[in-house]
């Protein structure tokens, strides 16, 4: 059999995570931080060791604060396993100050050239009176090679909505995941997703025999 190729992410990317006091909300009766915790462990087994990825937390520390954001595993090569065990070591206690969290992955990315892809996981909508879309054309609008990919975990459609626009306004992803096996194929996305190839011409046969690929 094929061994599936290890993901890897151009550029350098930060993680995101949501600690925020509503992950010990349940789905399908486990707390949405177990699910985010092994959906992580579980992609950055398998990325590439040559990818740069670094972990930023929110809402860890402290309760009721929006200024408990902390870069707890700076990006570089082979942090896979660091940002593994800091995840399953985080307490979940906060608030959401999602889009300070992503300003300053962008700003912690923005030292080098490279592209620079942020990974927000949240489970929630800003709480700290901050406007995620205005954010994202911010950041559109800096001049960098940004993106920012948004990963809503049990997210309801509206509030999908809400941060949806960070994504959007960054040329990145919004992915909805609601259970353990829709978050990982959706933090794969994220976490490796490097521009698409463009479609190739279909070619023409004689007598059209292909069967249509849904």
């Given at each position: 059999?094929?061994?599936a190729?290890?993901?890897?992410?151009?550029g350098?990317?930060?993680?995101?995570?949501?600690?925020?006091?509503s992950?010990?909300g349940?789905?399908?009766?486990?707390?949405k931080?177990?699910i985010?915790?092994?959906?992580?462990?579980?992609v950055l087994?398998?990325?590439?060791?040559?990818?740069?990825i670094?972990?930023?937390?929110?809402?860890h520390?402290?309760?009721g604060?929006?200024?408990?954001?902390?870069?707890?595993?700076p990006?570089?090569?082979?942090?896979?396993?660091a940002?593994?065990?800091?995840?399953?070591?985080?307490?979940?206690?906060?608030?959401?100050?999602?889009?300070?969290?992503?300003?300053?992955?962008a700003?912690?990315?923005?030292?080098?050239?490279?592209?620079?892809?942020?990974?927000?996981i949240?489970d929630g909508?800003?709480?700290?009176?901050?406007?995620?879309c205005?954010?994202?054309?911010?950041?559109?609008?800096?001049?960098?090679?940004?993106?920012a990919?948004?990963?809503?975990?049990?997210?309801?459609?509206?509030?999908?909505?809400?941060v949806?626009?960070?994504?959007?306004n960054?040329g990145?992803?919004?992915?909805?995941?609601s259970d353990?096996?829709?978050?990982?194929?959706?933090?794969?996305?994220?976490v490796?997703?490097?521009?698409?190839?463009?479609?190739p011409?279909?070619?023409?046969?004689?007598e059209?025999?292909d069967?249509?690929l849904?």
């Open positions: 059999a094929l061994m190729a290890p993901l890897l992410a151009e350098r990317s930060i993680i995101v995570l949501d600690a925020s006091g992950m010990w349940q789905i399908e009766g486990r707390a931080l177990e985010a915790r092994e959906a992580l462990g579980t087994a398998g990325i590439s060791p040559e990818t740069e670094g972990l930023m937390a929110y809402g520390r402290e309760k604060s929006c200024a408990d954001i902390e870069l707890v595993v990006p570089s090569a082979g942090t896979a396993q940002i593994t065990d800091a995840a399953n070591a985080m307490q979940f206690l906060g608030k959401t100050p999602l889009s300070e969290a992503v300003r300053r992955a700003a912690e990315l923005r030292s080098t050239e490279e592209k620079a892809t942020v990974i927000l949240t909508i800003e709480t700290c009176e901050a406007d995620p205005a954010l994202g054309a911010e950041l559109e609008a800096s001049g960098v090679d940004f993106t990919h948004v990963v809503g975990f049990g997210l309801t459609e509206a509030e999908g909505q809400a949806a626009c960070l994504a959007e960054t990145g992803k919004y992915i909805q995941a353990a096996g829709q978050l990982v194929e959706a933090l794969k996305t994220a490796a997703a490097p521009e698409p190839a463009p479609e011409e279909p070619v023409k046969l004689a059209n025999l069967p249509i849904q």
